[in-house]
């Protein structure tokens, strides 16, 4: 789709964790378990931390480099590798990070005009992917958490329709 309508999804996704992330007491936002082991802290530094990797995929398509290099493929290994980079971290500074790194991500967007976002690109995963897939992919996050948090606030059993 366009950018325009990608800007406005990921604009969507985000506020939609945002709703139910506030919906959290807040002194339980770094110390109750929200999902699985982690703290509503913990889980908004995982999806910082992935948003972090789609801005290097689109800064190395940018320099013409095959992206996500930095990605062994094991998923698990790397939340837990970013998650153990995080212990600890202030709820301020874990904030702080989440909004820049989505205010570096509405602009490089922004930046990109529809036949680029949707170019075919190289990446270390798929030699035809995409800026619009990656962007994409953080939308997609910020839903896949808010639908987590949701779970946990109404005690909605996993795979339970909505």
Do not use: I
């Not at 908004?44 to 801005?55: I, K, N, P, R, S």
């Not at 689109?58 to 320099?63: I, M, Q």
């Not at 690109?121 to 896949?144: L, M, T």
């Amino acid at each position: 789709g366009p950018g325009c309508v990608l800007l406005a999804a990921l604009a969507a996704g985000r506020e939609e964790l945002l709703a139910w992330s506030a919906l959290l007491p807040q002194d339980q936002r770094a110390t109750g378990t929200v999902c699985g082991v982690w703290t509503l802290r913990d889980v908004l530094g995982h999806v910082t931390d992935w948003e972090l990797f789609a801005l290097d995929c689109l800064s190395a398509r940018a320099a013409g480099r095959v992206a996500g290099l930095a990605y062994s493929g094991d998923e698990k290994e790397w939340n837990t590798v970013h998650a153990a980079a995080r212990q600890g971290q202030p709820w301020e500074a874990m904030w702080a990070d989440l909004t820049a790194t989505r205010r570096q991500m509405v602009a490089a967007a922004s930046a990109l005009d529809d036949a680029e976002l949707v170019r075919p690109v190289s990446s270390a995963w798929d030699p035809q992917d995409s800026a619009y897939a990656w962007v994409r992919s953080c939308v997609d996050h910020d839903r896949e958490h808010a639908a987590d948090l949701r779970r946990h606030v109404t005690g909605e059993a996993e795979g339970s329709a909505a």
